[in-house]
Each structure stands twice: as C-alpha cells, then as structure tokens.
C-alpha cells in the first residue's frame, strides 16, 4: 500500500448519472464561469449576481454540516466553506466568487454516490482494530478510494478521514504528507490541548466575557489541526467554561465552573519567567529563531530528541520569553490581544511539564510558536 495519491479531477467532470440536483450544481458553476468571464479589473465584477446564485445552496451545505456530524474534520470543511460565502462582500468579486466556486464544487462531490468521510474513517478504524492494517502500514489513498468504491474526485474525502484518524492517534502524518498506522497509541491530543486552554481561563488569561482567538489561530498557537481544537473547545463548551457557537470566536463564560483568578500583570508574568529560566542562557535572536525551529521541526516530525537536547531548547525558550515580555509589553501596553499572547507564551512556557516525552516535545512546538509571536510584538526593540 505505498501508491501516491493521484491529484483528484474537476469535479464538474464527474458523471451527475442522472441526479437532478447534480446538473444543477453542474449549471450554477458554469454560470459562475460565465460571471468570471464578464470581469474587468476597472469596472469589477457581478458580485452581487455571485452571491445570489450561491445563496440558495447555503441550506443545501447546512445540511451537509449537520450530516457531517461524525467527523470533526468534515464539519469544520463544511464551516468553513459557509462563513467564506457569508463573509463576502459584495463590493469584492474576486473573493465572492472564489467562495462560491468552492462551495459548489464541494457540493457536488458531496453529491455523488459513495460512502461518507466517517463511514471511510471506520473501515480503516476497523482495519487497524482488526491487525489488518498492523503498525508502520503506509497507507495508500488511492487504495483506500478503491476499496471504498470511490473514484479520485473523492479524494477530500479521505483526506478528511485521515485526519480524524489522526486526531484520534490512529495514524501519523509525516511531513512528506505519508500517512502511517501509529505503532503505538500516541498522547491524546484533545486532553492535552484542552488542558492548556483550561489553563489560560482558569488564570485569567483569557478572563470572563473575552473572546479567544479564532480557530485557524487557535490551531496555530497550540500546533494542532483544527478537529483537535474544535474538541477541545467543544469539551470545554460542555463542562461550563466557554460558549461555543458556529462562525462565532469561543467566549468565556461570565462564570466558569472554578474560582477564575483575575489578569495576570506583567510584572508577575516576568518574575514567574525570570524565577525560571536559568542564568548564563545565550539570548542571542539567531540562536533563539534556531531553537524555534528545532522544537517545531521536532514535534511536525513527531522526533524523540534525548532528554539534554530537550531541556537546553526549554531553558533557551524560557529564558528568551522573559528577556521579550517586557520590550513587547511596552511597545504594546494598551493591547488585549498583544497581552493575551504574553500570558499564552508563560502559560505555555511554565505550566506543568509531563513527564511523557510526546507531551513534551509538543508543549515545546507551542512554546517557540508563542516565542516567536512576543518576538515579533518586540519588534526593533529586540
């Protein structure tokens, strides 16, 4: 099972075998076509015209969403293709029917026959459970369509399993974008992520009523795909410390289920950092964008570095964390956001070590993500 996956046609190019609702996706999007023809970089384009002949498909995606229900990776496709359509304007014709043109090409995979992204999802899960897919498998996707009787169109939708699979431990993505059975049962990451974010509303980093970053940044910020923060939200939804809504930023709840302490300042963030970073670090900002990047590269490759070389880039990131806070601080004192980062960056960066070394090598990605982030707050002044 070591074939690449082909690169999936034009779904406009797929049979409709009849499905009234397919010829019509097949219509709107030349129609689409033609609108993109009639465009003049002066004059612009039939936004509006755009954005009416993609509305009527919203409740058709909507209900895509709601079907969708048993694979976080699928939802959040779908989510995210709804609020582009919803979030264009109708003075930009480029990006309407850019947002257009992908939801209806979505659709119309959607449509045809086969079955769904977690249906594909539980045939692999059975395979693993089964020993027929033992660990180190690579697994192929061109197989997996065959197997399920898809054709290449379809190949999102094994794109999207596999990343529930991966959300769940099941397999590893390499950085080469091969997909293997994971050898063994890897942390789960939803706990993990949702710890941290625990964490970070718990000690007024993010207090009552305020808003946390959206999904995409979420993601970034705690170097995980976005079905693993929508989890973790989702679980924080359910036990009473966020409000979580479609299209919306999470909130934090006006009163969470535990004493919630109030903003940290940043003299308090500085003095937990300075009390733990160790003297004589070199700060240099080349060696600094150096350890950056190992702990990233690290934890992208899932790498077991030894236990030194784990805790020099640890000391080199606290250390550095302490030495920006306050040039990034001054240079932004009267931003929420800017303060938000500084407190994620020393939540990050102090809060409870494990003691497991994937957890590690992953809190550190984290860690050189919010590093970066202060550094880039500090600007020259660094």
């Known amino acids: 099972m070591t ?14 075998v009849g499905d009234p ?13 033609r ?3 009639q465009y003049d970089r002066v004059s612009g384009g039939d936004a509006e015209g755009v954005l009416q002949l993609v509305a009527p498909w919203l409740p058709v995606a909507e209900g895509r969403l709601q079907a969708a229900e048993g694979s976080p990776s699928d939802q959040a496709r779908w989510q995210s293709l709804i609020d582009e359509v919803r979030t264009s304007s109708e003075a930009d014709f480029v990006r309407a029917s850019s947002a257009a043109r ?16 977690s249906e594909i999802a539980d045939r692999v899960r059975r395979g693993i459970a089964d ?3 033992p660990p180190g498998t690579l697994l192929s996707r061109l197989r997996i369509l065959a197997d399920a009787g898809l054709t290449s169109a379809s190949g999102t939708r094994v794109d999207l399993a596999l990343q529930d699979l991966a959300a769940d431990g099941l397999v590893v993505v390499r950085h080469s974008n091969q997909v293997l059975v994971a050898g063994r049962k890897t942390c789960d990451q939803v706990t993990v992520a949702a710890d941290l974010l625990r964490t970070l509303v718990s000690t007024g980093i993010y207090p009552p009523l ?9 993601s970034r910020l705690l170097a995980a795909e976005r079905p693993i923060v929508s989890r973790a939200l989702h ?11 479609p299209s919306r930023r999470a909130v934090v709840r006006p009163v969470p289920p535990v004493p919630v302490s ?15 970073a160790p003297s004589g670090t070199n700060l240099d900002r080349a060696g600094l964008r150096k350890s950056c990047r190992r702990a990233k590269v690290w934890w992208h490759r899932r790498s077991a570095p030894d236990a030194e070389s784990l805790r020099e880039v640890r000391q080199s990131l606290v250390a550095s964390a302490a030495d920006l806070l306050p040039l990034a601080a001054r240079r932004r004192p009267d931003a929420p956001d800017a303060h938000a980062v500084l407190g994620y960056t020393v939540t990050a960066a102090l809060h409870d070590w494990p003691a497991e070394r994937e957890i590690e090598v992953w809190r550190l990605a984290c860690v050189a993500t919010a590093v970066l982030d202060v550094l880039d707050l500090a600007g020259d002044a660094a």
């Open 21 to 33: 609702t397919l010829i019509r996706l097949r219509s709107d999007l030349a129609a689409l076509r």
């Open 235 to 245: 679980r924080l939804h359910e036990e009473g410390y966020l409000s979580v809504q």
């Open 262 to 276: 109030g903003p940290p300042t940043l003299e308090d963030l500085v003095r937990r950092l300075r009390s733990a």
């Open 35 to 37: 609108l993109g023809k």
């Open 3 to 16: 074939a690449d996956f082909e690169a999936a046609p034009d779904p406009q190019n797929a049979e409709p």
């Open 102 to 117: 992908l939801l209806l090409r979505e659709l119309t995979e959607a449509f045809l026959p086969g079955p769904s992204v």
């Open 131 to 133: 020993g027929v897919l």
């Open 210 to 218: 305020s808003s946390l970053p959206g999904q995409q940044d979420l």
